[in-house]
């Protein structure tokens, strides 16, 4: 059974960091490409970062280019959303994803392109 469970969220002051991480068993994920999105209440699931099977190659949604890092650890079957400079907008439950296809060319950026999702792991940012 394919499990990708997200840990590290928690309440935070606005300017803290966060690290998330997104553990996945079941199957290997290191020909993947993975992403991380986020949803807040009331609004619909948004892209926050992807990353290619290689690593070589991320993308960022324009609201948090430059304060969120993606990366990831294929010998521990692992992504992470490095955060820093935290602002209360982006208070949010974070899902973690992959997609199935191996070793594709071009790394998805949107939540049908994903075919593995995990519970999600709540980020609250203070003012």
């Known amino acids: 059974q394919v499990q990708l469970v997200e840990s590290g969220g928690r309440l935070v002051q606005a300017g803290d960091s966060l690290r998330l991480s997104c553990a996945a068993s079941?199957?290997?994920?290191?020909?993947?490409?993975m992403g991380w999105f986020r949803q807040a209440p009331g609004k619909e699931r948004e892209f926050v970062a992807a990353?290619?099977?290689?690593?070589?190659?991320?993308y960022y949604a324009d609201s948090v280019k430059g304060r969120f890092t993606i990366s990831r650890d294929n010998a521990k079957n692992t992504v992470y959303l490095q955060m820093n400079s935290l602002k209360p907008e982006d208070t949010a439950v974070y899902y973690c994803?992959?997609?199935?296809?191996?070793?594709?060319?071009?790394?998805?950026?949107?939540?049908?392109?994903?075919?593995?999702w995990g519970q999600g792991t709540q980020v609250t940012v203070s003012s």
């Open positions: 079941g199957r290997t994920f290191s020909n993947n490409a």
């Open positions: 994803a992959a997609d199935k296809r191996p070793k594709a060319d071009v790394v998805p950026t949107r939540v049908r392109q994903y075919d593995y």
């Open positions: 990353i290619s099977w290689t690593g070589a190659t991320s």
